[in-house]
């Protein structure tokens, strides 16, 4: 059983065993007798302290932790032994240990910000120190990027607010690359005291002789310091301001990302729980999903893995936002961060493989046929009307090529759709003829001829009018395949026939690819001829050189005197003397004098 040391080394307090404090204390006496009389021996003895502090807190993994002898002996072999190095100051200024800057390189340096050599911030020196140039090269390419591409303002200002200034001798001497021990940080010291005096004798060499017994009782470096702060006053108060609107910026930033992390993670928790119980307790609706799911993907894991996918994105979000508002957020660990990026990938694949099944399903798009005659002859008159169903929906004229689910006249659940195309041919047969052609999609062939087959469609002929249903249906096991019908109509010439207004919606825009009967032509008698069809009823258009008027059964007469219409029963003639309109029990008479009016 070892009894134990309280120390404080640079303001640091350790628990240290007492035969490493032994051995500590006597290396620390050694180091302060081989300074005895050298210029700035206190400052050098405090920062040497300060580096030993460091090194223990690099192997101190907590508070209650203490230092044992194997400790001390990895900081001695760090920082060297005191026997070790010539401290005389006319050696140490003959001799100033070049090998050591030989080996400093990029890979040993660390990168701050040298305030000691700067005219803002410090950054083109560190950066100068890093890469082992001069600085005047960092300043000329920041020139060159600010007003090159305009960049190098917002570059310049992260890494003024990011990179850490050089206070610490040990940190002065980690940013050049040199090992920090006994000697670098003796060197470092009486290069900064010689520098100092040096200014000094160049300022006493331009004082005037009657100022000079003043300057002997100033603090020199005090002064000194506090010109070159002085100095720097405007640029650290601008750099202040900077790095307050900065953090400003950032927390602003910080609290959007949280509010929306937390509104999109909370829309998205209602959301898969909302649809899990709608899953569970069949909630009115919900079957519309299933049917458009030709894949039979279960609702609930495609739900899971849409919250994965867009959820765990929007929670790093919300994560990073609380990042930069609260410093010293414990971190959620790497374990936790690699699972949920695995999840999320895993998320995302099986997302596709969904996606490419589904889209499989409708990979083939095949048709089945039927064909029947009707007892419709070249001198018949066929009329042709579109008939619904109250059971699924008694606007089901109004075309729409989506679906929708009702209950049949049994009451089970069924697919209906009204996507039905009508198409009207001429033949040189002399009956007419009825094609059916239904069209589904599948996975494969046999799938898709499977659910065309399955289409229910049906159609009528009562005396001469041919009544066909306005909507298809099918099981809802075959789901929402893109499921449609052609009605064809192979019509002899000559034929006659009419079409109810209800079938408009369902006929072509136009005359084109053989179709002889477009929507225009409902409402009216046409004439069946060889690939065309003649409007027997349409009015007639007659064109003169000023107008173009439309007759039917009236007679129209129009000269210079004036207009006169001659009807069956009516006589209407109006010109420079006034109107005059006569049938069987009225007569009208407007002129100069008045109207005048008689009545059988």
Not at 92 to 113: C, G, I, N, T, V
Not at 166 to 174: D, L, Q, Y
Not at 505 to 534: C, F, M, P, Q
Not at 558 to 564: F, P, V
Request: net charge negative; with cysteine; aromatic share 10%.
């Amino acid at each position: 059983m070892n009894k134990t040391v309280n120390i404080n080394l640079a303001g640091i307090f350790f628990h240290i065993d007492e035969d490493a404090y032994l051995k500590l204390q006597r290396y620390l006496e050694a180091i302060k007798r081989s300074f005895t009389d050298s210029q700035g021996r206190s400052e050098i003895i405090s920062d040497i302290e300060a580096r030993i502090a460091e090194l223990f807190n690099e192997r101190v993994q907590n508070d209650k932790q203490v230092i044992r002898i194997k400790e001390v002996d990895d900081v001695i072999s760090i920082m060297g032994q005191p026997e070790d190095y010539l401290v005389d100051d006319e050696i140490f200024e003959d001799e100033p240990q070049a090998s050591y800057s030989k080996k400093s390189s990029s890979s040993s340096r660390k990168f701050f910000r040298d305030t000691d050599n700067s005219y803002i911030s410090g950054v083109s020196s560190g950066l100068g120190h890093y890469f082992g140039i001069d600085a005047i090269w960092i300043r000329l390419a920041w020139i060159l990027l600010i007003f090159g591409a305009g960049t190098g303002i917002l570059l310049y200002i992260l890494l003024w607010i990011l990179v850490p200034e050089a206070k610490t001798t040990a940190e002065k001497i980690m940013m050049t690359g040199e090992p920090v021990n006994i000697s670098n940080i003796e060197k470092k010291i009486k290069d900064g005291l010689d520098s100092v005096t040096e200014t000094v004798s160049d300022v006493a060499k331009n004082v005037s002789d009657s100022v000079s017994n003043v300057a002997k009782n100033v603090d020199i470096k005090k002064q000194t310091h506090s010109i070159k702060s002085s100095s720097k006053t405007f640029f650290d108060t601008i750099g202040n301001i900077i790095m307050f609107f900065f953090k400003v910026f950032a927390k602003f930033i910080g609290v959007l990302l949280i509010i929306i992390g937390a509104s999109a993670l909370i829309g998205l928790i209602i959301g898969l729980f909302s649809l899990g119980v709608a899953n569970f307790v069949h909630i009115p609706g919900l079957d519309l999903v299933d049917i458009v799911n030709a894949g039979n993907t279960p609702i609930w894991l495609v739900s899971l893995l849409t919250f994965f996918t867009i959820g765990i994105p929007f929670f790093f979000l919300f994560y990073l936002g609380l990042k930069i508002l609260i410093n010293n957020l414990k971190s959620i660990g790497n374990i936790a961060k690699f699972t949920l990026l695995g999840l999320w990938l895993m998320s995302i694949i099986a997302l596709i493989v969904v996606g490419i099944r589904q889209a499989s399903e409708h990979a083939f798009d095949e048709t089945y046929i039927e064909k029947t005659e009707l007892p419709i002859t070249a001198t018949d008159t066929l009329n042709i009307k579109m008939v619904s169903n109250d059971n699924y929906n008694s606007n089901v004229h109004r075309r729409h090529h989506g679906f929708k689910l009702a209950n049949d006249a049994n009451g089970n659940k069924t697919i209906y759709s009204s996507d039905i195309d009508i198409i009207v041919k001429s033949t040189t047969d002399s009956i007419a003829k009825i094609a059916i052609e239904r069209s589904a999609d599948g996975r494969d062939y046999d799938k898709a001829i499977e659910r065309a087959k399955s289409i229910n469609y049906n159609f009528e002929l009562k005396n001469r009018t041919l009544l066909l249903d306005s909507y298809l249906t099918t099981n809802p096991e075959n789901k929402f395949s893109d499921q449609e019908v052609d009605v064809i109509l192979y019509l002899p010439e000559n034929t006659i026939v009419y079409f109810n207004n209800s079938t408009k919606d369902y006929l072509h825009y136009g005359r084109y690819n053989g179709n002889v009967v477009s929507r225009d032509d409902t409402n009216h008698y046409l004439k069946i001829l060889d690939d065309n069809a003649e409007c027997l009823d349409c009015p007639i258009e007659e064109e003169d050189d000023d107008f173009k008027v439309k007759v039917n059964t009236s007679e129209l007469k129009i000269d210079d005197t004036g207009l006169e219409i001659n009807a069956d029963e009516t006589h209407l003639k109006i010109d420079r003397d006034g109107l005059k309109a006569e049938s069987d029990d009225v007569k009208v008479n407007i002129n100069s004098e008045g109207i005048k009016i008689e009545s059988e």
